[in-house]
């Protein structure tokens, strides 16, 4: 077992009675990317859902307002997939009634 000390290349595993969890956080995963002084170097990353769980997990009272708002928006979202025209009201709250692309984001 490795571990898991940054620099390892395998990654760490762990156990939970008798199943070993190779990678108990699949939203977030290395990269090789540049740095300024051009090297490559292994970077943690994570897609838009990884981010948003890693922020969920802030135990501080600095981050609620931010997940207050992130519970407000996803909740808002799944009314606008249960009802569409919600969607639809929301775009033209925000872009008019114009065709053309608002280039505001809808958040």
């Keep these: 077992m ?5 620099g390892d ?3 760490p595993e ?3 009675g008798d199943i070993i969890i190779v990678n108990p956080f699949p939203f977030w995963e290395q990269l090789k990317m ?6 490559l170097r292994e970077t943690d990353c994570a897609n838009t859902e990884g981010m948003f769980r890693i922020i969920q997990s802030i135990p501080s009272p600095k981050a609620e307002p931010f997940k ?7 909740y808002e979202r799944v ?3 249960e009802n569409p025209e919600l ?3 929301r775009t033209r709250m925000l872009c008019g009634d114009s065709l053309a692309p608002c280039g505001r ?3």
């Excluded at 490795?2 to 940054?6: D, F, I, L, W």
């Excluded at 207050?68 to 996803?74: D, F, I, N, P, S």
């Design 2 to 6: 490795r571990s898991g000390v940054k």
């Design 9 to 11: 290349s395998m990654e």
């Design 14 to 16: 762990f156990r939970d």
């Design 34 to 39: 540049q740095a300024e002084d051009g090297k």
């Design 68 to 74: 207050r708002w992130l519970a407000k928006v996803g």
């Design 79 to 81: 009314q606008e997939i």
């Design 87 to 89: 969607a639809t009201k």
């Design 105 to 107: 984001g809808l958040g």
